[in-house]
Structure formats: C-alpha cells, structure tokens
C-alpha cells in the first residue's frame, strides 16, 4: 500500500509516530492515515456486551438528533424516506429508523449480531460494502455511517460508489469521530510523554477494525466535495454518556477493572471541560451536486 501521497487532496504524507501501527499526517490538510489493516478473524481486544452497555444510551441520543436534521432536510419528500445504513453492528440505527417510520437496509460484515437481527425483523444483509450492496431503483433518500467511514481503507472509491447508489436528492450522512476533539488531543499529549495506551486506543488498534484514518472538518469537506457533494450541515454530536463510562471503558479487554474505575473517576471529573470543548465527534449532511 502507498502511504506517500494523501487520499484526500494527494499531497504527500509524513510519518508521525508508530504505535502497533504506523501513523502518517498530511501538512497540507492535515488527513491523519495509518497503514492498519483488518483482521478479518474478526478476533481482538473488543468485549461487545460491554461496549454495548456502554454505547446504547449514547447511540441512541446522538440518532435522534440525526433523525430531526434527516427528516429537516427532506421535508419535502412525500413517500417514507428509505436508506442504507453502511456498518449496522447491533442494529440501534435500523430500530431508529422503524420508529420513526422510516425504511432501512443494513450491511454489515459481521455476524455477532444476526440472532438479534432476525429475532427483531431488521433487514441486515451480511458483507462487505460495495460487493453486496442491494441496488434500489431511483437510488437512496439516504445512506448513512455511524462510527464506520474511518475504518474504510480506500475512502475514494468508496465514496464514488456512494454516489451511484444515492438518489439525485440523495443524502450522505457521516457520523464520525474528530482528530480536533478534546480526547484525541489528550491521547496526543500523552504519547508525547510517553504513555501510548489512549492513543492506540483512540485508533482502535488493538480492536479487529482498526481506524484507518482521522478526520476534521475541513479535511472532511474537502474528501466529499472532490466527489461532487455538498455539505448541507454539520453538527456536534455527544461524546460521552456519564452514566455508563465505566462500561464503554471495559469494553476494551485489555484494561482491568482497576484501571477502568481511575479512568472513570477522572473523566467524571473532567466533564465539564469534555462538554466545553471542541466535539470529539461530528455529523456530516452531504448532498449529490
């Protein structure tokens, strides 16, 4: 694989730092790329019921202020709104969707979840996007990825797929986290005094999906309009439930239960600097031009 030249505007990229993986950054728009590749034993340091623990209320909070801006920007479309979620994992955002009367097809790649899927009616069909995407006539109203795109290696022929699967109208929604947020900020410093364990898990490096690049909003743009999208909105979604910290912490295997109650405590301490500062994670609303 190239790690020369930045997916997003070519420019050459530097190395930055090597953990399990190495790190590159682009001093022109500033793309965070490591060259991570999938274990597609899907085995790692990630304990799913803990992380859902963790992640459900969060989730959940964070669709419905997705959902509001969704159903804003078409308005005007009579008939339900019918979309494609890249990356379903347990299926919160195609439960989201039905609710809120609205049609959705998953893909995921994975099959931890497929008792649950079947067992509450979610069309989930099992793969890897684009090789087993289900066409739809007209294309999309909308298609969607929440904590996903930054785990896709090739983000430019993947968008260009995107494109040929959306509607004229259609929607991009990209829900991910930011590498000017207040937590990769202070995995950064960390590693700079020499404690690496935050930053190669803020790149999901000892998780079977690792992060294959970090974004900012700038960056972010610029990926999507090389493809001909314009960004409609953007808006800060929420980091952190503070009720469930200790268990999205223990969802990591690597981190005991000691390690995981210091962790805890001190970000319960450190909430309203997190609410304060610059989002960790953003939503995207892209449109075709």
């Not at 019918?82 to 039905?98: H, K, V, Y």
């Not at 962790?263 to 953003?282: A, G, N, Q, R, Y």
């Amino acid at each position: 694989m190239n790690h020369l030249s930045c997916p997003v505007c070519g420019k050459p990229l530097t190395q930055l730092y090597k953990l399990r993986f190495n790190v590159y950054r682009c001093n022109s728009c500033e793309l965070l790329h490591s060259d991570a590749e999938f274990e597609h034993s899907f085995e790692s340091d990630l304990e799913s019921t803990s992380r859902d623990i963790g992640l459900k209320k969060l989730r959940l909070a964070n669709f419905n202020i997705i959902i509001k801006e969704l159903q804003k920007l078409k308005a005007s479309k009579t008939s339900k709104l019918d979309g494609l979620e890249i990356g379903s994992g347990n299926g919160w955002w195609l439960e989201t969707c039905r609710a809120n009367d609205m049609i959705c097809t998953g893909i995921e790649p994975e099959h931890i979840y497929e008792q649950y899927h079947q067992q509450n009616g979610l069309k989930v069909i099992y793969g890897f996007y684009p090789e087993v995407s289900p066409k739809k006539e007209g294309g999309y109203d909308f298609i969607i990825f929440n904590d996903v795109f930054e785990h896709i290696p090739d983000i430019n022929e993947l968008v260009e797929s995107l494109r040929n699967d959306l509607a004229d109208d259609g929607l991009l929604i990209i829900n991910l986290p930011m590498s000017t947020g207040i937590f990769y900020r202070l995995a950064t410093f960390q590693h700079k005094l020499g404690f690496n364990s935050n930053l190669t898990r803020m790149w999901q490096f000892n998780f079977h999906s690792p992060h294959m690049n970090y974004f900012n909003e700038q960056n972010m743009k610029l990926l999507l309009g090389k493809h001909s999208f314009d960004c409609l909105s953007v808006l800060k979604l929420n980091t952190l439930d503070f009720t469930s910290i200790r268990e999205r912490i223990l969802a990591d295997k690597g981190v005991n239960k000691a390690k995981a109650a210091i962790m805890t405590t001190s970000l319960t301490v450190l909430k309203p600097v997190i609410l304060s500062s610059e989002p960790d994670i953003k939503v995207f609303f892209f449109r075709k031009k």
